[in-house]
Structures are given as structure tokens and as C-alpha cells.
């Protein structure tokens, strides 16, 4: 059974730092792409980072505009581990944040493109 399991969300004033960390089992992860979606209430679930290997095994890292310069997603391939650090935090940055993972190599915006999903950490910016 597919697991992506994530931790490390909380409560953090603005301009802080919070590192979420997904764990991925169940299946062979090293060639899919595994990364980080967010939903803030009454709204659409938004692309945050993703890391996939190319056909040629080169690693990208991506991340979505609202959080380029203050967000880092990093992978732990021999763990099927992926973290999220996340700095500079803003109050906009309160959400759901949900790990999911990608059989597709072309580092998908979209949400429907993933085939796997966490259950979501709650990120809460606020002073």
C-alpha cells in the first residue's frame, strides 16, 4: 500500500521558518517525482515545489512563483524522502500542505497530473 506520510507543520509567526518532510513507501519511488502541493481554505489547491529525474537521469528541481526566493525542496532518494524548507514565511503562506508523488517526468503544475497524495500537514503564519 502507497504511503506518503508528512510531518513538520505548525504554527510560526510571520518571517519564520518551518522544514516539512514527507516519507514515501509502498512501491519503488526513484523514478517518480515527488513534491509539494498547497490548499488555503476557499481556495484551489496551488503547485509548490516537485523534484523529478529527466530520462536521462538529470535531477530538477522546481518551485511555484509565490514561493521562489524563500522556499527549498530537497530529496533523499535512498530514504523516499522529500522536505520542504520554507522560510520568510507570510501569513499567505497558511495552508494545507500536501505531499504527493508523480510517475510523470515533466514536473506537472497541474493537480490532477499526480497519482499519489499525503493527507495533508496544516502550515498556520500568523502572529
Known amino acids: 500500500q502507497v504511503q506518503l506520510v508528512e510531518s513538520g507543520g505548525g504554527l510560526v509567526q510571520p518571517g519564520g521558518s518551518l522544514r516539512l518532510s514527507c516519507a514515501a513507501s509502498?512501491?519503488?519511488?526513484?523514478?517518480?517525482?515527488l513534491g509539494w502541493f498547497r490548499q488555503a481554505p476557499g481556495k484551489e489547491r496551488e503547485f509548490v515545489a516537485i523534484?523529478?529525474?529527466?530520462?536521462?537521469?538529470?535531477?530538477?528541481?522546481y518551485l511555484g512563483d509565490s514561493v521562489k526566493g524563500r522556499f527549498t525542496i530537497l530529496r533523499d532518494s535512498a530514504k523516499n524522502t522529500v522536505h520542504l524548507q520554507m522560510n520568510s514565511l507570510k501569513p499567505e503562506d497558511t495552508a494545507v500542505y500536501y505531499c504527493?508523488?508523480?510517475?510523470?517526468?515533466?514536473?506537472?503544475?497541474?493537480?490532477?497530473?499526480?497519482?499519489?497524495w499525503g493527507q495533508g500537514t496544516q502550515v498556520t503564519v500568523s502572529s
Open positions: 504527493v508523488a508523480t510517475a510523470r517526468r515533466t514536473a506537472p503544475r497541474e493537480s490532477s497530473q499526480y497519482d499519489y
Open positions: 509502498g512501491r519503488t519511488f526513484s523514478s517518480y517525482g
Open positions: 523534484t523529478v529525474w529527466d530520462r536521462e537521469n538529470t535531477y530538477y528541481a
